[in-house]
């Protein structure tokens, strides 16, 4: 991200994004914003994930930008789990979206699953 | 293309759509890698024209390319459903071409076969935004289905409004449980098989024509 780009050598940085900066933003800005991010090293989080759609996008452009030795990928968490029957009758009788999830992207050599269940994400980070 | 293979593809075309009913659905298998969506692919083909779809494979991505069979006619209680049938390479969000060097690749391959392994899945999500009207979604039943690749390819299908069938794959194997992928995704109907072995097979021809004639 534009503003804070530096950082401290040996640190992981962390961008959490909130909802309002990403809903003034396209599809393709909001996952530009992402794999830059994502690129060098940071990890991201959203406070309100992506649709589908821009789900699908974020999966075709992370594969076309994957190159050898460089940048194999990102790895992707959501909170809570993105299916509707995961949503909450409440949720389904106000018509809510089911993409309203906290999200968790970050290089795929860098950060990795420890445990994952419908109320917590454990992730171990590690430096570049 | 040759005006004479146009004239005969224009023609056997003509002829395609006067002699269906409808235009034949086009089929998406989609799953992880290794879930034996190619397997499967094969069988159908096999099972309703004779031949085969592409190679089968133990190595991750050995499916790197959408490959498609077309106009494979299923029949069901007398009636005959049309459906092409493509095959995708397993949607990851991640490739790292030294897990290749692991099957006793050279380095060379391995970038080669990575960068067609991540070509075919741009591709596979293209075609599911654009071209598929129905996904089988295959899954290896001895495995977690809870990951967050299959969580978010379901939610990418269900946003599509596309019908889709969950297949809970190699029930021959003693780990397998088909309740756990039926737990998992319980908003939609799973059809345990075996695509290897060819177990219940005729379940599977019947919901297909169920979902997608
Ligand atoms: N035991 C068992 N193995 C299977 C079954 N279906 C596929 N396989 C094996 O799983 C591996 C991956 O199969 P493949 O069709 O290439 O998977 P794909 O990556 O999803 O296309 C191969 O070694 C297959 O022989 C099945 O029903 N039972
Ligand atoms: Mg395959």
Redesign the pocket.
Same mark, same amino acid.
């Given at each position: 991200m534009a503003e804070a780009t530096s950082k401290p050598r040996d640190g992981v940085q962390i961008d959490l994004i909130s909802a309002e900066r990403m809903d003034g933003l396209a599809s393709m800005e909001k996952i530009r914003m992402i794999l830059d991010g994502v690129r060098d090293g940071n990890i991201v989080v959203l406070e309100e994930g992506l649709t589908p759609d821009e789900e699908s996008r974020l999966i075709e452009v992370t594969m076309t930008e994957i190159s050898p030795d460089e940048f194999n990928g990102i790895e992707i968490e959501t909170y809570p789990r993105s299916e509707t029957a995961d949503q909450s009758f409440l949720d389904r009788l106000m018509g809510k979206e089911s993409t309203k999830k906290l999200t968790v992207i970050g290089p795929a050599n860098q950060i990795e699953t420890l445990h994952k269940d419908e109320t917590l994400i454990s992730a171990l980070v590690s430096r570049k | 293309m040759g005006l004479l293979t146009e004239l005969r593809d224009s023609i056997s075309r003509a002829a395609s759509t006067l002699f269906s009913e409808q235009d034949p659905k086009r089929i998406g298998i989609y799953?992880?890698?290794? =879930?034996?969506?190619?397997?499967? =692919?094969?069988r159908i083909a096999r099972d309703w024209t004779g031949d085969a779809v592409g190679?089968?494979?133990?190595i991750?991505?050995?499916?790197r390319r959408a490959r498609r069979k077309e106009n494979v006619e299923i029949e069901r209680d007398g009636k005959s459903v049309q459906i092409d049938i493509v095959?995708t390479?397993?949607v990851t969000t991640k490739v790292d071409y030294t897990e290749f060097l692991d099957h006793d690749m050279e380095k060379d391959d391995a970038v080669r076969r990575s960068r067609e392994a991540t070509e075919g899945v741009a591709e596979a999500m293209h075609w599911l935004r654009e071209d598929v009207d129905g996904v089988i979604y295959?899954l290896?039943s001895t495995e977690d289905p809870f990951t967050q690749v299959n969580t978010m390819l379901i939610g990418i299908i269900e946003s599509q409004d596309l019908p889709v069938l969950i297949f809970a794959?190699?029930?021959?194997?003693e780990e397998s449980s088909v309740k756990r992928i039926r737990n998992a995704y319980p908003q939609h109907e799973t059809v345990p098989?075996? =695509?290897?072995?060819g177990?219940n097979m005729d379940e599977v021809y019947d919901k297909i024509a169920e979902y997608f004639g």
């Open positions: - | 799953g992880p890698p290794n =879930a034996g969506k190619t397997t499967l =692919a094969n190679p089968e494979s133990s991750p991505h050995e499916t095959d390479p397993g295959v290896d794959n190699k029930i021959d194997l098989l075996s =695509a290897l072995e177990d």
